[in-house]
């Protein structure tokens, strides 16, 4: 075992390396800002948050400090619940800080989603040659495949009667 010295300010023993060093940099400029909060944040929304909350709006984005204390969460808001979710900021701050064990969100802002209720939903067409897609499928040599495009072939029918 013998250090190695590369113009480098820190010596390491041969083979071992923190572990540091081998995560990318584009992962450890997000968990610098704080991105394992946002993640953790979006993956735990609904158990953070009640039911009602969670389904009028959703983290958007979350601004930390170096320190990791203090941030801003930006939330996306239904139209018609920013009253409510306005009603709640102390709340979910409360639960958000208790969640992650220290203040992590000091601020919330509230940023309305341009979501229309009003959509058309989209009609899958009919195929009106069933027969050549079925002959074509039967020529596929896998099994897997073959039996995959079929099930495929079979919901798409159910679907669009």
Not at 83 to 106: A, D, H, M, R, T
């Amino acid at each position: 075992m013998h250090n190695k010295n590369n113009n480098k300010t820190q010596t390491y023993i041969q083979g071992l390396r923190p572990f540091s060093n081998s995560i990318p940099k584009t992962l450890k400029k997000h968990l610098r800002k704080g991105g394992y909060n946002y993640s953790n944040m979006v993956d735990n929304w609904t158990k953070m948050v009640n039911k009602k909350i969670s389904d009028a709006c959703y983290p958007m984005t979350v601004k930390i400090g170096k320190d990791m204390k203090n941030g801003i969460l930006v939330l996306n808001v239904t139209r018609g619940k920013e009253l409510e979710v306005e009603y709640e900021k102390k709340n979910i701050i409360e639960k958000i800080n208790s969640f992650f064990g220290y203040n992590c969100i000091s601020k919330i802002i509230l940023k309305i989603s341009q979501y229309n209720k009003n959509k058309q939903i989209r009609v899958l067409p009919k195929i009106k040659d069933i027969d050549t897609i079925v002959s074509k499928i039967n020529k596929v040599n896998d099994k897997h495949l073959k039996s995959s495009l079929n099930n495929f072939l079979k919901a798409y029918n159910e679907k669009t009667k």
